[in-house]
């Protein structure tokens, strides 16, 4: 039976690693965890915040999607807003999920998140 989800897996071309760190790390507050030997092979990097791990795997042709992205609930979303536009981040609000507050942003890559907090 399903108990939870363990982790988020996002693409990301070849070679974006040194891209992605400072977006998941410095702007989103997320600790980059070691990858096991075998799989860090393949490139890419893992990220967690508490009990959400994101991973961003290497896809050769990627594309990020228009549509699909992972939902990340947080606490004090407009504080967290501030934070990721002082990074530069570029939001996007959206008022159409009733009892949330919730805007999207996209990673240097181009990969789809939504931010969200329950209002109730």
């Not at 530069?88 to 890559?109: I, K, M, N, Q, S």
């Amino acid at each position: 039976m399903l108990a939870a989800v363990d982790h988020v897996q996002l693409a990301a071309p070849p070679g974006s690693e040194d891209l992605l760190r400072p977006f998941y790390v410095d702007a989103l507050g997320m600790t980059e965890i070691p990858k096991p030997p075998v799989l860090a092979a393949r490139g890419g990097c893992w990220f967690s915040a508490g009990a959400v791990q994101l991973h961003l795997g290497i896809e050769d042709g990627f594309r990020p999607s228009g549509k699909a992205h992972p939902g990340l609930r947080v606490t004090d979303i407009e504080a967290y807003a501030v934070r990721l536009a002082a990074h530069g981040v570029e939001l996007t609000w959206d008022d159409d999920l009733p009892g949330h507050r919730r805007f999207y942003a996209r990673d240097p890559v181009g990969n789809r998140l939504e931010f969200l907090e329950p209002t109730g």
